[in-house]
């Protein structure tokens, strides 16, 4: 049967500062107002009925915020105060045993929901996908799904899983109406009864558009050069000639799963790339490293655990290419004048950046990905995701995240953050100090700006409604110090 769900969200927030703390805002699917302000989301979904081959789920959710707005919202876009309505999900879905398509604007899947309540978010900073984190609002568009199915001759041992879609942005970028292709290729191995292990990337491509009078033509052949990663064809830029194609990049992922006698536990290793050089591992070790354990029994007290250490210091070297050699351009046709003086070395790969599609991976003026690489303008204090943003600011970082999640008194649930972080901009602008852009890793002692954000988070359930509450703070040289609240009240509905 396909259970329906309605649900009915009235939410408030305050700051002490000039825009909320950083988790009052951050993977709230870009609904949230940047400054104190409101939020109203209503719901309606139903979801597969797995007793039958052949199912069908449906799901709209329309959202409304108000933004008392700031000096730097002022300046950007001619208002302080701003009202906005957003479509925030409007999907159908049908799926036939293991293959789904799902059509519209849908919430990507997360990992690591604490105390058995989605509706509290992801305990980790990703979401457990260093690439598509929940941080930013959902493009519409479809994806082919295919659940994990057993290969020929593995024995059941090998499981093979993906997804394959096309998405179009909306918002105010740089280059506008670009679309978003994503191919993502897992592979299962159970090694153990208790024990898998998943290798595979999640990637995508940010290509067509139009910037000024230049437009990427929508044809078949720079389509099928999209997806198998190709450079463009000579009627393309002369960086798409000498790269790939648009803007490509994506997550490599490493994953163990433990299944307990009620518990489980997780590891993984998530991989940004931005070229060859990072899909080849020449980034090594930067990543994403997540240890989260969880019971079974999700009334406990504490029901999960999770902690992440986030290192992309390194981002495949310090130079992206080299004088060449006479040796080397002995060895060069001079007709190629590009790689006749320049010996490609790889580095400088510069996370969810790009020099033609300058907005990088944002949508509406949030990272779509690792929301701790956050858009250009935040410390500056400049940035607001009502204007058009130019990538962002800061993808080399050091990293420590925990947080827990439970019930407390076997019936209210919460949880419970704290990020600490140092940061140092990119290899292009640093925040302060020296560079290391161009020489030896490890011989500038860069100088950070350090970073404290937290949040404890909760509902008490009163039947079909829930107060829910929020405590924020931010303590540090990146963000400005500041303490913010949210309250609210859910209704929920289900019907079967």
Known sequence: MNDFFLSLLLTGALSSGA?????ATTNQWGLMPENNGALTVLQARTQYDDSKDFQWRWGVSLAANYDSGTPAALAATGKAADFNLMADELYASIKWKVFSLEAGIKHVDLDFYGAGTPTLGS??????????????????????????????????????????????????????????????????????QRLSFHFGFDHYAIWAGKYQNAQMPITFDNYFRVITGRHASSAGSLSDQLNVIGDQGGGELFRFDWRGDGWNAVFQHDIPYNDGSGMGFQNFPDGVDTFWFGFDDKDRW?????????????????RHDRPTTEEERAKLDPADQYHYWKHIVGGCDNYFNNGAYK????YFGHTIGDPLFVPKGTHARTWTGRAMVLGVENNRLRAHHFSIAGKAFHKLPYKAMLTYSKNYG?????????????????SVKETPLRQLSAALMGEVPVGSFAVTWGLYADYGSLLEHNFGVTLGLRYMFRAE
Do not use: C
């Open 426 to 442: 990119t290899y292009y602008a640093v925040y302060a100090g020296e560079s290391q852009l161009g020489k030896k890793f490890g």
């Open 302 to 318: 504490v029901t999960d655990i999770l902690y992440e250490h986030q290192y992309t210091m390194l981002q495949s070297g310090v």
């Open 123 to 192: 305990m980790s900073t990703t979401g457990g996908h260093i690439v598509w984190s929940g941080n930013a609002r959902s493009m519409p568009g479809y994806l082919l799904n295919l659940d994990p199915v057993a290969l020929p001759w593995t024995k059941q041992k090998v499981w093979l899983y993906g997804s394959f879609g096309d998405y179009k942005t909306l918002d105010d970028r740089y280059v506008a109406g670009a679309l978003v292709h994503r191919t993502k290729v897992m592979l299962r191995f159970d090694i153990l």
């Open 359 to 362: 907005s990088g991976w944002t």
């Open 19 to 23: 825009s909320l703390p950083f988790w």
